[in-house]
């Protein structure tokens, strides 16, 4: 009786690959950057940059506002569009806010049988402008085929146009305590930290969320299975809108004043801040979280730049190179992927 002997070659164990999740990452490039300027600030002014409460203070408070429209382009781009308008939405939401936050007093009043209001129906305002626009981008989008882009872009322009008319180019002042005090303290930063923790529950952990992700990574595989993109993109823009104009009213409360010129450029930096926190404008991809520390970002690159005494037009410059890095970046993630 012959026995036969069976040897099965056992595969060699996967070698074990550790890799940091992508917010981790972009959190090592924020302290990164931190302890660049921690160095420069002692080389250059003999000071520390990080060490000072102040100034972390003022970091976070200037980038709040940024960080409230950032997370309403987050959705945007995640459905691989755009939104050009944000910062002319801050300007138009801060007028109309700001006129109906006047103190009963001032003689030139915008609306003078509209004076004293409880601080109520100027929030609602501001917030209504900023959703009514949002709607429109949301509507042009989706039921005109106009590119992302170019709804936007006119959005942008249209806006910028509303603001400088409703306001005659003369600011709108003399606001009261109560409506001020919205942009007062650490209130700004309250505002966005819960915008953004909702935001992220809702992206993470509800239907919609899903559908925004699904529409970004196949929108014919999104139509396919059932989603109405067209509703749901009407959907996205008017709560970017919705959250510009909550960004336009902490701003002209910050500012304790509603101006046509506010919100210049806002939408660019909001831009930055979402590409830089590793969201992809192929869409499809993106956090809340990674927006976040996109935000400080920015907010410690423009400290630190005025920290070690960088004029402002250089400031832009380098801001320009890192989006364009960050972008690079993005587009060769994606070509590995493929």
Do not use: C
């Not at 690959?17 to 490039?29: D, G, R």
């Not at 919705?242 to 409360?253: E, H, K, P, R």
Request: glycine content about 12%; charged content about 10%.
């Amino acid at each position: 009786m012959s026995t036969t002997a069976t040897t099965t070659m056992a595969s060699p164990p996967t070698p074990f690959k550790f890799k940091l999740p992508q917010e981790a990452s972009i959190f090592l490039v924020l302290l990164g950057i931190g302890l660049l300027f921690e160095g420069l600030g002692w080389y250059v002014n003999g000071q520390s940059f990080l060490f000072n409460l102040d100034r972390l203070q003022i970091i976070v408070l200037q980038m709040a506002v940024i960080g409230i429209i950032a997370i309403g382009v987050n959705l945007v781009i995640i459905t691989s569009g755009i939104d050009l308008s944000s910062g002319s939405v801050v300007a138009a939401a801060a007028v109309v806010a700001a006129s109906l936050a006047q103190v009963s007093d001032f003689p030139r009043a915008v609306f003078p049988a509209l004076t004293d209001l409880p601080i109520i129906w100027p929030v609602l305002a501001g917030a209504f402008t900023g959703l009514v626009i949002g709607l429109l981008n949301g509507s042009l989008i989706a039921y005109t085929a106009i590119p992302p882009f170019i709804a936007t872009l006119g959005t942008m322009v249209a806006a910028r146009g509303f603001a400088k008319w409703f306001t005659g180019g003369m600011p709108v002042s003399m606001l009261t305590e109560d409506f001020a005090w919205i942009g007062s303290g650490a209130n700004p930063v309250i505002i966005f930290l819960v915008l953004a923790a909702i935001f992220h529950v809702v992206l993470r952990h509800t239907r919609f969320g899903k559908f925004t992700y699904a529409i970004g990574a196949n929108r014919q595989a999104a139509i396919v299975s059932g989603i109405n993109v067209n509703r749901h993109l009407i959907w996205i823009y008017t709560i970017a809108g919705l959250l510009a104009g909550i960004a336009g009213t902490v701003t002209a409360a910050r500012a304790i004043s509603g101006q046509s010129g506010m919100g210049v450029m806002y939408e660019l930096d909001a831009i930055a801040a979402v590409v830089i926190g590793g969201t992809s404008l192929v869409g499809g991809k993106g956090r809340i979280t990674g927006t976040v520390i996109g935000v400080l970002i920015l907010g410690v690159m423009t400290s630190g730049f005025t920290f070690i005494r960088i004029d402002a037009y250089y400031q832009e410059m380098v801001k320009g190179a890192i989006i364009v890095a960050a972008v690079i970046a993005d587009q060769y993630r994606n070509k590995k992927k493929r």
